[in-house]
């Protein structure tokens, strides 16, 4: 069965700090793979995705980048921190078009 | 530009009754819908999908309408119980031109409040 793995769950990081996000999926080949973001009281944002190994599409323009280095690794990253970057970070796989997502458990980050 | 809204922030219902949790969209794209739960501190996790061709589907307690004229799907929870208190998102995909590589568009999402 399929699986995604989300770390850390918690983080609280100083303004101007770098940003490390893991997301791994287990059991699937070739996921399509989202970052989205909540942040407080608002909807679910989504920031990147990406179809396959090296393919980035950015959704908004921000101080966050992403990374697919293996076929079932997504990294959400930043080299400096901004307070408004606080929210709660999701990733997602799904099959493709068509089909739902399955999310992570999330990642609860807080910028002071 | 907001493509799906859910305009109620929250709902509170009395359990046993019925919540009727609404969304709207504006993109006639639109071919995929979808209903997630989601609590606290935790991912959303998958409730309920409709696709454009259907006007209803139904699981349990659970049953999604759409009305592709009114560009409007509603959730039905009958009956509601304590545990279904949560925040629903309604999304959205379709395949426009075949470039949507899946991606979903969700609502603002309702808190849904269930007294015993």
């Known amino acids: 069965s399929q699986t995604i793995h989300q770390w850390p769950a918690t983080l609280v990081q100083p303004v101007g700090s770098p940003l490390s996000l893991e997301c791994t999926v287990e059991g699937t080949s070739n996921p399509n793979l989202y970052w989205y973001r909540q942040a407080a009281g608002r909807g679910l944002q989504l920031l990147f995705y990406?179809?396959?190994?090296?393919?980035i599409s950015s959704e908004v323009p921000q101080n966050l980048s992403a990374s697919r280095p293996q076929d079932r690794q997504f990294i959400l990253s930043s080299k400096k921190l901004l307070l408004s970057d606080s929210g709660f970070y999701l990733c997602a796989w799904s099959v493709g078009a068509g089909y739902g997502y399955t999310f992570g458990s999330g990642t609860r980050l807080t910028v002071v | 530009d907001q493509q799906v809204k859910q305009n109620s922030p929250s709902l509170s219902v009395q359990e046993g009754r019925i919540s009727i949790l609404n969304c709207d969209y504006t993109n006639s794209m639109f071919d995929y819908f979808l209903w997630y739960k989601k609590y606290p501190a935790e991912g959303p996790t998958f409730l309920i999908s409709?696709?454009?061709?259907?006007d209803k589907n139904e699981d349990g307690r659970f049953t999604v309408f759409l009305n592709k004229s009114a560009k409007h799907l509603s959730l039905h929870i009958v009956p509601s119980q304590p545990g279904d208190s949560a925040v629903y998102f309604c999304a959205a995909s379709g395949n426009a031109g075949g470039t949507s590589y899946g991606k979903l568009t969700f609502g603002q999402g309702t808190i849904l409040t269930v007294h015993p």
């Open positions: 990406s179809v396959g190994i090296g393919q």
């Open positions: 409709i696709s454009s061709i259907k």
